[in-house]
DNA sequence: CCTCTCTACTTGTCTGAGGAGTCGTGCTAC
DNA sequence: GTAGCACGACTCCTCAGACAAGTAGAGAGG
Protein backbone atom coordinates (compact mmCIF):
# COMPACT_ATOMS: atom_id res chain seq x y z
CA UNK A 1 0.00 0.00 0.00
CA UNK A 2 2.44 2.31 1.11
CA UNK A 3 4.89 2.10 -1.44
CA UNK A 4 5.85 6.14 -2.02
CA UNK A 5 7.28 5.55 1.36
CA UNK A 6 9.62 3.84 -0.24
CA UNK A 7 12.05 6.61 -1.79
CA UNK A 8 14.61 7.84 1.08
CA UNK A 9 13.49 11.57 2.04
CA UNK A 10 16.86 12.80 0.72
CA UNK A 11 15.57 11.84 -2.66
CA UNK A 12 12.78 12.52 -2.70
CA UNK A 13 14.12 16.26 -1.38
CA UNK A 14 16.17 16.40 -4.17
CA UNK A 15 13.52 15.33 -6.40
CA UNK A 16 11.52 18.42 -5.33
CA UNK A 17 14.19 20.79 -5.59
CA UNK A 18 14.56 19.83 -8.98
CA UNK A 19 11.41 20.25 -10.02
CA UNK A 20 11.57 23.77 -8.57
CA UNK A 21 14.62 25.16 -10.29
CA UNK A 22 13.48 23.70 -13.50
CA UNK A 23 10.21 25.78 -12.93
CA UNK A 24 12.21 28.89 -12.63
CA UNK A 25 11.92 29.18 -9.22
CA UNK A 26 15.00 30.50 -9.34
CA UNK A 27 17.47 32.18 -12.14
CA UNK A 28 20.44 30.53 -12.90
CA UNK A 29 23.26 31.42 -11.04
CA UNK A 30 20.74 32.78 -8.69
CA UNK A 31 21.20 31.70 -4.31
CA UNK A 32 19.01 29.33 -3.22
CA UNK A 33 17.25 30.22 0.26
CA UNK A 34 19.59 28.56 3.64
CA UNK A 35 19.61 25.00 4.64
CA UNK A 36 17.71 26.11 7.82
CA UNK A 37 14.71 27.76 6.08
CA UNK A 38 14.48 25.02 3.31
CA UNK A 39 14.51 21.95 5.70
CA UNK A 40 11.29 23.05 7.31
CA UNK A 41 9.90 24.48 4.17
CA UNK A 42 9.90 20.56 2.92
CA UNK A 43 9.28 19.19 6.27
CA UNK A 44 12.77 17.35 6.56
CA UNK A 45 16.27 18.08 8.99
CA UNK A 46 19.07 19.44 7.90
CA UNK A 47 21.06 17.11 6.91
CA UNK A 48 18.40 15.70 4.81
CA UNK A 49 18.50 18.56 2.83
CA UNK A 50 22.32 18.87 2.35
CA UNK A 51 22.27 15.62 1.42
CA UNK A 52 19.54 16.53 -1.27
CA UNK A 53 21.67 19.62 -2.54
CA UNK A 54 25.10 17.02 -2.86
CA UNK A 55 23.10 14.79 -4.61
CA UNK A 56 21.94 17.68 -7.57
CA UNK A 57 25.72 19.05 -7.09
CA UNK A 58 26.88 15.31 -8.31
CA UNK A 59 25.02 16.09 -10.80
CA UNK A 60 25.64 19.88 -11.72
CA UNK A 61 22.73 21.43 -11.07
CA UNK A 62 23.76 22.82 -7.85
CA UNK A 63 27.02 24.83 -6.34
CA UNK A 64 27.54 26.03 -2.73
CA UNK A 65 30.14 27.89 -1.37
CA UNK A 66 30.38 27.88 2.13
CA UNK A 67 29.99 31.13 3.72
CA UNK A 68 27.80 32.33 0.53
CA UNK A 69 25.35 30.34 0.20
CA UNK A 70 24.09 27.56 -2.84
CA UNK A 71 23.80 28.56 -6.65
CA UNK A 72 21.99 27.44 -9.31
CA UNK A 73 24.99 26.40 -12.04
CA UNK A 74 22.69 24.66 -14.52
CA UNK A 75 18.84 24.27 -15.63
CA UNK A 76 19.41 21.30 -17.12
CA UNK A 77 21.65 18.53 -18.20
CA UNK A 78 23.58 18.99 -21.81
CA UNK A 79 24.41 17.50 -24.81
CA UNK A 80 26.19 14.95 -26.45
CA UNK A 81 29.72 15.34 -27.10
CA UNK A 82 30.65 12.25 -28.28
CA UNK A 83 28.42 13.08 -30.93
CA UNK A 84 30.62 15.37 -32.54
CA UNK A 85 33.81 13.91 -32.44
CA UNK A 86 32.08 10.95 -33.95
CA UNK A 87 31.26 12.94 -37.18
CA UNK A 88 33.89 14.88 -37.36
CA UNK A 89 36.79 14.72 -40.29
CA UNK A 90 39.73 12.65 -38.44
CA UNK A 91 42.23 15.79 -39.25
CA UNK A 92 40.30 17.81 -36.80
CA UNK A 93 40.64 15.48 -34.32
CA UNK A 94 44.33 15.11 -34.53
CA UNK A 95 44.83 19.12 -34.82
CA UNK A 96 42.75 19.21 -31.81
CA UNK A 97 45.17 16.73 -30.06
CA UNK A 98 47.81 18.63 -30.84
CA UNK A 99 46.68 21.58 -29.23
CA UNK A 100 45.96 19.55 -25.64
CA UNK A 101 48.89 17.43 -26.24
CA UNK A 102 51.45 20.05 -26.87
CA UNK A 103 50.54 22.37 -24.57
CA UNK A 104 49.93 19.45 -21.52
CA UNK A 105 53.73 18.74 -22.39
CA UNK A 106 54.60 22.32 -21.81
CA UNK A 107 52.76 22.05 -18.79
CA UNK A 108 53.96 18.43 -17.45
CA UNK A 109 57.81 19.97 -17.74
CA UNK A 110 57.07 22.31 -14.91
CA UNK A 111 54.66 20.86 -12.44
CA UNK A 112 55.42 16.70 -13.23
CA UNK A 113 56.02 15.05 -9.37
CA UNK A 114 59.23 12.22 -9.19
CA UNK A 115 56.15 10.04 -9.27
CA UNK A 116 54.65 11.47 -12.45
CA UNK A 117 57.66 10.51 -13.81
CA UNK A 118 58.23 7.17 -12.52
CA UNK A 119 54.78 6.44 -13.85
CA UNK A 120 56.12 8.10 -17.69
CA UNK A 121 59.24 6.19 -17.62
CA UNK A 122 57.21 2.98 -16.67
CA UNK A 123 54.82 3.66 -20.00
CA UNK A 124 57.74 4.51 -22.13
CA UNK A 125 59.11 0.90 -21.30
CA UNK A 126 55.68 -0.84 -21.67
CA UNK A 127 55.38 1.00 -25.01
CA UNK A 128 59.18 -0.36 -26.02
CA UNK A 129 58.15 -3.94 -24.97
CA UNK A 130 54.79 -4.30 -26.93
CA UNK A 131 56.01 -4.07 -30.48
CA UNK A 132 54.48 -7.49 -31.58
CA UNK A 133 50.39 -6.84 -31.36
CA UNK A 134 49.57 -3.72 -32.90
CA UNK A 135 46.72 -3.19 -30.35
CA UNK A 136 48.68 -3.76 -27.72
CA UNK A 137 50.81 -1.43 -28.89
CA UNK A 138 48.71 1.31 -29.68
CA UNK A 139 47.14 1.07 -26.68
CA UNK A 140 50.43 1.04 -24.68
CA UNK A 141 51.10 4.17 -26.83
CA UNK A 142 48.14 5.65 -25.57
CA UNK A 143 48.84 4.99 -22.15
CA UNK A 144 52.46 6.55 -22.80
CA UNK A 145 50.99 9.76 -23.70
CA UNK A 146 47.98 9.71 -21.19
CA UNK A 147 50.73 9.82 -18.31
CA UNK A 148 52.05 13.10 -19.69
CA UNK A 149 48.65 14.42 -19.83
CA UNK A 150 48.32 13.41 -16.21
CA UNK A 151 51.20 14.74 -15.10
CA UNK A 152 50.50 18.52 -16.55
CA UNK A 153 48.29 18.36 -13.46
CA UNK A 154 44.96 19.72 -15.44
CA UNK A 155 41.75 17.75 -14.93
CA UNK A 156 40.31 19.77 -18.25
CA UNK A 157 42.63 18.70 -20.64
CA UNK A 158 43.20 15.38 -18.85
CA UNK A 159 39.47 15.05 -19.68
CA UNK A 160 39.42 16.14 -23.15
CA UNK A 161 42.28 13.45 -24.25
CA UNK A 162 40.45 11.35 -22.19
CA UNK A 163 37.60 12.23 -25.08
CA UNK A 164 39.59 11.73 -27.85
CA UNK A 165 40.85 8.18 -26.96
CA UNK A 166 37.96 5.96 -28.53
CA UNK A 167 38.55 7.79 -31.75
CA UNK A 168 41.70 7.79 -32.32
CA UNK A 169 42.54 4.27 -31.51
CA UNK A 170 40.33 2.82 -34.00
CA UNK A 171 42.04 5.11 -36.81
CA UNK A 172 45.80 4.08 -35.63
CA UNK A 173 45.01 0.68 -35.76
CA UNK A 174 43.85 1.21 -39.16
CA UNK A 175 47.07 3.24 -40.44
CA UNK A 176 49.66 0.93 -38.48
CA UNK A 177 47.93 -2.50 -40.16
CA UNK A 178 47.92 -0.34 -43.67
CA UNK A 179 51.64 0.71 -43.20
CA UNK A 180 52.66 -2.71 -42.09
CA UNK A 181 55.70 -1.61 -40.10
CA UNK A 182 55.30 0.16 -36.74
CA UNK A 183 57.16 1.06 -33.13
CA UNK A 184 60.45 1.11 -34.79
CA UNK A 185 63.43 2.87 -33.54
CA UNK A 186 63.41 6.41 -34.64
CA UNK A 187 59.59 6.50 -33.42
CA UNK A 188 60.61 4.95 -30.54
CA UNK A 189 63.27 7.84 -29.83
CA UNK A 190 61.05 10.71 -30.53
CA UNK A 191 59.01 9.27 -27.43
CA UNK A 192 62.21 9.32 -25.27
CA UNK A 193 63.34 11.97 -26.42
CA UNK A 194 59.84 13.48 -25.10
CA UNK A 195 60.35 11.79 -22.03
CA UNK A 196 63.26 13.72 -21.62
CA UNK A 197 62.75 17.06 -21.99
CA UNK A 198 59.81 16.87 -19.27
CA UNK A 199 62.42 15.23 -17.07
CA UNK A 200 64.81 18.13 -17.78
CA UNK A 201 61.36 20.55 -16.86
CA UNK A 202 62.34 21.71 -20.39
CA UNK A 203 58.39 23.10 -21.34
CA UNK A 204 59.13 24.86 -24.59
CA UNK A 205 61.42 21.26 -25.78
CA UNK A 206 58.88 19.83 -24.80
CA UNK A 207 56.20 20.92 -26.84
CA UNK A 208 58.42 20.93 -29.99
CA UNK A 209 58.62 17.47 -29.39
CA UNK A 210 55.62 16.79 -28.66
CA UNK A 211 54.06 19.00 -31.82
CA UNK A 212 56.87 17.31 -34.28
CA UNK A 213 55.90 13.87 -33.31
CA UNK A 214 51.97 14.04 -33.58
CA UNK A 215 52.37 16.30 -37.11
CA UNK A 216 54.09 13.81 -38.60
CA UNK A 217 51.19 11.09 -37.26
CA UNK A 218 48.73 13.63 -39.22
CA UNK A 219 50.65 14.03 -42.43
CA UNK A 220 50.91 10.40 -42.74
CA UNK A 221 46.53 9.99 -41.64
CA UNK A 222 46.21 12.89 -43.51
CA UNK B 1 50.18 28.00 -4.26
CA UNK B 2 48.92 25.45 -1.52
CA UNK B 3 44.84 25.90 -2.28
CA UNK B 4 44.47 22.53 -2.05
CA UNK B 5 42.94 23.04 1.30
CA UNK B 6 39.48 25.17 -0.53
CA UNK B 7 38.10 22.24 -1.38
CA UNK B 8 35.33 20.41 1.10
CA UNK B 9 36.37 17.77 3.08
CA UNK B 10 32.69 15.78 1.34
CA UNK B 11 34.53 16.23 -2.23
CA UNK B 12 37.71 15.38 -1.35
CA UNK B 13 36.35 12.19 -0.13
CA UNK B 14 34.13 11.58 -2.96
CA UNK B 15 36.75 12.24 -5.26
CA UNK B 16 38.73 9.93 -3.21
CA UNK B 17 36.23 7.26 -3.52
CA UNK B 18 35.82 7.75 -6.67
CA UNK B 19 39.46 7.05 -7.55
CA UNK B 20 39.46 3.61 -5.56
CA UNK B 21 36.23 2.59 -7.38
CA UNK B 22 38.08 3.36 -11.00
CA UNK B 23 41.38 1.65 -9.26
CA UNK B 24 39.10 -1.33 -9.25
CA UNK B 25 38.97 -1.74 -5.80
CA UNK B 26 35.18 -2.98 -5.73
CA UNK B 27 34.08 -4.83 -8.53
CA UNK B 28 31.06 -3.24 -10.10
CA UNK B 29 27.78 -4.41 -8.02
CA UNK B 30 29.68 -5.35 -5.20
CA UNK B 31 29.32 -3.45 -1.58
CA UNK B 32 31.24 -1.25 -0.34
CA UNK B 33 32.31 -0.96 3.15
CA UNK B 34 30.11 0.44 5.54
CA UNK B 35 29.74 4.15 6.45
CA UNK B 36 30.84 3.35 10.15
CA UNK B 37 33.85 1.28 8.45
CA UNK B 38 34.75 4.33 5.92
CA UNK B 39 34.38 7.32 7.87
CA UNK B 40 37.64 6.88 10.25
CA UNK B 41 38.78 5.24 6.78
CA UNK B 42 39.08 8.40 5.25
CA UNK B 43 39.94 10.76 8.13
CA UNK B 44 36.02 12.16 8.45
CA UNK B 45 32.83 11.66 10.24
CA UNK B 46 30.13 9.50 9.21
CA UNK B 47 27.84 12.76 8.01
CA UNK B 48 30.89 13.64 5.60
CA UNK B 49 31.12 10.20 4.23
CA UNK B 50 27.23 10.55 3.79
CA UNK B 51 27.30 13.52 1.61
CA UNK B 52 30.36 11.86 -0.50
CA UNK B 53 28.44 9.19 -1.17
CA UNK B 54 25.25 11.52 -1.98
CA UNK B 55 27.30 13.06 -4.14
CA UNK B 56 28.48 10.23 -6.24
CA UNK B 57 25.13 8.74 -6.25
CA UNK B 58 24.34 12.09 -8.28
CA UNK B 59 26.38 10.91 -10.25
CA UNK B 60 25.36 7.57 -10.97
CA UNK B 61 28.30 5.92 -9.75
CA UNK B 62 27.15 4.51 -6.25
CA UNK B 63 23.47 3.53 -5.02
CA UNK B 64 22.47 2.67 -1.54
CA UNK B 65 20.16 0.82 0.07
CA UNK B 66 18.87 0.91 3.34
CA UNK B 67 19.93 -1.85 5.67
CA UNK B 68 21.97 -3.69 3.00
CA UNK B 69 24.81 -1.21 2.07
CA UNK B 70 26.25 0.86 -0.47
CA UNK B 71 27.31 -0.74 -4.50
CA UNK B 72 28.76 0.30 -7.05
CA UNK B 73 26.35 0.70 -10.44
CA UNK B 74 29.05 2.07 -12.67
CA UNK B 75 32.68 2.29 -13.09
CA UNK B 76 33.42 4.66 -16.08
CA UNK B 77 31.13 7.78 -15.73
CA UNK B 78 30.58 9.53 -19.07
CA UNK B 79 31.52 12.50 -17.23
CA UNK B 80 29.39 15.94 -18.14
CA UNK B 81 31.25 17.55 -20.43
CA UNK B 82 30.35 21.19 -18.89
CA UNK B 83 30.25 19.21 -15.09
CA UNK B 84 33.83 18.78 -15.30
CA UNK B 85 33.87 22.99 -16.44
CA UNK B 86 31.68 23.89 -13.97
CA UNK B 87 33.83 22.25 -11.26
CA UNK B 88 37.27 22.79 -12.67
CA UNK B 89 39.44 25.24 -11.14
CA UNK B 90 39.57 28.44 -13.56
CA UNK B 91 43.30 27.95 -13.93
CA UNK B 92 42.74 25.09 -15.85
CA UNK B 93 40.24 26.45 -17.94
CA UNK B 94 42.27 29.12 -19.29
CA UNK B 95 45.30 26.59 -19.59
CA UNK B 96 43.18 24.71 -21.39
CA UNK B 97 41.65 27.85 -23.43
CA UNK B 98 44.94 28.94 -24.25
CA UNK B 99 45.75 25.36 -25.80
CA UNK B 100 42.96 25.73 -28.31
CA UNK B 101 43.27 29.16 -29.27
CA UNK B 102 46.69 29.43 -29.79
CA UNK B 103 46.65 26.28 -31.79
CA UNK B 104 43.68 27.64 -33.73
CA UNK B 105 45.30 31.27 -34.29
CA UNK B 106 48.37 29.25 -35.90
CA UNK B 107 45.94 27.33 -38.34
CA UNK B 108 43.59 29.95 -39.05
CA UNK B 109 46.77 31.98 -40.49
CA UNK B 110 47.05 29.10 -42.92
CA UNK B 111 42.96 28.79 -43.34
CA UNK B 112 41.70 32.13 -43.24
CA UNK B 113 39.61 32.87 -46.45
CA UNK B 114 39.07 36.67 -46.95
CA UNK B 115 35.47 36.24 -45.66
CA UNK B 116 37.09 34.87 -42.44
CA UNK B 117 39.52 38.38 -42.41
CA UNK B 118 36.85 40.57 -42.61
CA UNK B 119 34.84 38.93 -40.08
CA UNK B 120 37.61 39.45 -37.80
CA UNK B 121 38.03 43.02 -38.87
CA UNK B 122 34.55 43.68 -37.91
CA UNK B 123 34.87 41.98 -34.49
CA UNK B 124 37.88 44.04 -33.80
CA UNK B 125 36.70 47.42 -34.54
CA UNK B 126 33.81 46.08 -32.64
CA UNK B 127 35.68 45.04 -29.57
CA UNK B 128 37.44 48.46 -30.08
CA UNK B 129 33.63 50.46 -29.86
CA UNK B 130 32.07 48.73 -26.69
CA UNK B 131 34.37 50.25 -23.82
CA UNK B 132 31.80 51.30 -21.90
CA UNK B 133 29.55 48.43 -20.51
CA UNK B 134 31.46 45.70 -19.31
CA UNK B 135 29.35 42.83 -20.33
CA UNK B 136 29.07 44.59 -23.74
CA UNK B 137 32.45 44.49 -23.62
CA UNK B 138 33.52 40.83 -22.77
CA UNK B 139 30.44 39.94 -25.35
CA UNK B 140 32.21 41.80 -27.85
CA UNK B 141 36.08 40.39 -26.57
CA UNK B 142 34.57 36.97 -26.91
CA UNK B 143 33.58 37.53 -30.47
CA UNK B 144 36.54 38.77 -31.75
CA UNK B 145 38.45 35.63 -29.96
CA UNK B 146 35.66 33.12 -31.74
CA UNK B 147 36.27 34.62 -35.46
CA UNK B 148 39.94 33.82 -35.08
CA UNK B 149 38.90 30.22 -34.06
CA UNK B 150 36.13 29.80 -36.68
CA UNK B 151 38.79 31.00 -39.06
CA UNK B 152 40.82 27.99 -38.17
CA UNK B 153 38.03 25.68 -40.12
CA UNK B 154 37.68 22.60 -37.61
CA UNK B 155 34.73 21.95 -36.44
CA UNK B 156 36.25 20.02 -32.90
CA UNK B 157 38.00 23.02 -31.96
CA UNK B 158 35.03 25.70 -32.61
CA UNK B 159 32.99 23.32 -30.38
CA UNK B 160 35.53 23.37 -27.36
CA UNK B 161 35.80 27.24 -27.54
CA UNK B 162 32.07 27.50 -27.42
CA UNK B 163 32.26 24.90 -24.65
CA UNK B 164 34.16 27.33 -22.86
CA UNK B 165 32.66 30.77 -23.53
CA UNK B 166 29.92 30.46 -20.71
CA UNK B 167 32.49 29.43 -17.91
CA UNK B 168 34.70 32.41 -18.92
CA UNK B 169 32.39 34.69 -19.59
CA UNK B 170 31.48 35.18 -15.74
CA UNK B 171 34.58 34.81 -14.82
CA UNK B 172 36.27 38.05 -16.83
CA UNK B 173 32.96 39.99 -16.10
CA UNK B 174 33.92 39.34 -12.28
CA UNK B 175 37.64 40.29 -12.79
CA UNK B 176 37.14 43.17 -14.72
CA UNK B 177 34.80 44.54 -12.57
CA UNK B 178 37.49 44.34 -9.52
CA UNK B 179 39.74 45.74 -11.83
CA UNK B 180 38.12 48.08 -12.30
CA UNK B 181 39.50 49.25 -15.67
CA UNK B 182 39.75 47.29 -18.80
CA UNK B 183 39.91 47.83 -22.39
CA UNK B 184 43.04 49.81 -22.46
CA UNK B 185 45.27 50.80 -25.41
CA UNK B 186 47.86 48.36 -24.91
CA UNK B 187 45.23 45.50 -24.60
CA UNK B 188 43.60 46.50 -28.12
CA UNK B 189 46.78 46.76 -29.08
CA UNK B 190 47.74 43.06 -28.85
CA UNK B 191 44.31 41.87 -30.55
CA UNK B 192 45.57 44.24 -33.16
CA UNK B 193 48.16 42.40 -33.88
CA UNK B 194 47.06 39.15 -33.49
CA UNK B 195 44.65 39.70 -35.89
CA UNK B 196 47.67 41.35 -38.36
CA UNK B 197 49.69 38.30 -37.91
CA UNK B 198 46.84 35.68 -39.45
CA UNK B 199 45.95 38.27 -42.42
CA UNK B 200 49.51 37.80 -42.96
CA UNK B 201 49.74 34.24 -42.69
CA UNK B 202 52.44 33.95 -40.32
CA UNK B 203 51.28 31.40 -38.27
CA UNK B 204 53.77 31.09 -35.48
CA UNK B 205 53.86 34.82 -34.97
CA UNK B 206 49.51 34.37 -34.76
CA UNK B 207 50.34 31.42 -31.80
CA UNK B 208 53.13 33.49 -30.11
CA UNK B 209 50.62 37.08 -29.78
CA UNK B 210 47.65 34.44 -28.87
CA UNK B 211 49.74 32.45 -26.20
CA UNK B 212 51.14 35.60 -24.32
CA UNK B 213 47.82 37.36 -24.49
CA UNK B 214 45.92 34.60 -22.83
CA UNK B 215 48.77 34.21 -20.43
CA UNK B 216 48.60 37.60 -19.27
CA UNK B 217 44.98 36.97 -18.38
CA UNK B 218 45.92 34.10 -17.18
CA UNK B 219 48.61 35.42 -14.65
CA UNK B 220 45.86 38.09 -13.76
CA UNK B 221 43.23 35.60 -12.75
CA UNK B 222 45.07 33.43 -10.83
C1' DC C 1 15.34 -30.13 3.75
C1' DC C 2 12.46 -26.27 4.34
C1' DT C 3 10.64 -22.39 6.90
C1' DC C 4 10.30 -19.14 10.37
C1' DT C 5 12.23 -16.06 13.70
C1' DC C 6 15.53 -13.50 15.77
C1' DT C 7 19.58 -10.79 15.81
C1' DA C 8 23.47 -8.21 14.17
C1' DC C 9 24.50 -4.94 10.88
C1' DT C 10 23.50 -1.25 7.59
C1' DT C 11 21.55 2.89 5.91
C1' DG C 12 18.10 6.83 7.02
C1' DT C 13 16.96 10.80 9.74
C1' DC C 14 17.12 14.24 13.28
C1' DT C 15 19.25 17.34 16.66
C1' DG C 16 22.69 20.26 18.68
C1' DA C 17 27.05 22.23 18.73
C1' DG C 18 31.07 24.69 17.11
C1' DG C 19 34.32 25.98 13.14
C1' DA C 20 35.14 28.53 8.94
C1' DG C 21 34.18 31.50 5.16
C1' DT C 22 31.60 35.43 2.94
C1' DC C 23 29.42 39.74 2.54
C1' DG C 24 27.37 43.99 3.77
C1' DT C 25 27.37 47.71 7.17
C1' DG C 26 29.09 51.30 9.65
C1' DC C 27 32.93 53.44 11.66
C1' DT C 28 37.44 55.50 11.34
C1' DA C 29 41.22 57.92 9.24
C1' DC C 30 42.78 60.84 5.75
C1' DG D 1 33.72 63.25 0.96
C1' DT D 2 36.02 59.04 0.24
C1' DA D 3 38.83 55.08 0.86
C1' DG D 4 40.12 51.50 3.92
C1' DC D 5 39.17 48.59 7.75
C1' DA D 6 36.90 46.11 11.55
C1' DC D 7 33.02 43.90 12.91
C1' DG D 8 28.89 41.18 12.97
C1' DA D 9 25.19 38.65 10.83
C1' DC D 10 24.52 35.00 7.92
C1' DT D 11 25.80 30.87 5.52
C1' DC D 12 27.77 26.51 4.69
C1' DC D 13 30.98 22.72 6.78
C1' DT D 14 31.92 19.15 9.99
C1' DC D 15 31.36 16.36 13.81
C1' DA D 16 29.12 13.46 17.41
C1' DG D 17 25.40 10.97 19.28
C1' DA D 18 20.95 8.92 19.24
C1' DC D 19 17.18 6.32 17.47
C1' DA D 20 14.25 4.55 13.55
C1' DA D 21 13.79 1.58 9.48
C1' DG D 22 15.28 -1.93 6.61
C1' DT D 23 18.10 -6.11 5.24
C1' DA D 24 20.30 -10.46 5.34
C1' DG D 25 22.25 -14.27 7.45
C1' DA D 26 22.43 -17.60 11.34
C1' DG D 27 20.06 -20.65 14.02
C1' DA D 28 15.98 -23.03 15.88
C1' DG D 29 12.14 -25.73 14.93
C1' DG D 30 9.23 -28.28 11.91
Redesign the pocket.
Known amino acids: MEQV?RA???DQAAELLLERIRAGEWELGQK?P???TLAPQLG?????V??AIRQLAGRGVLA???????YVTALDVPEEWDAVLRRADLVSVIEARIAIEAEAAALAAGRRTPSDLRAIRRALDDRAANRVDIEDHVDADTRFHRSIVAAAHNPILTELFDGFTPRMRQAMVEMLRLRGEFGDDADHGAHERLAERIAERDGDGAARESRSHLGAMKAALA
Chains 1, 2 share one sequence.
Open positions: KPLALGETVGRSTRESRQGAGV
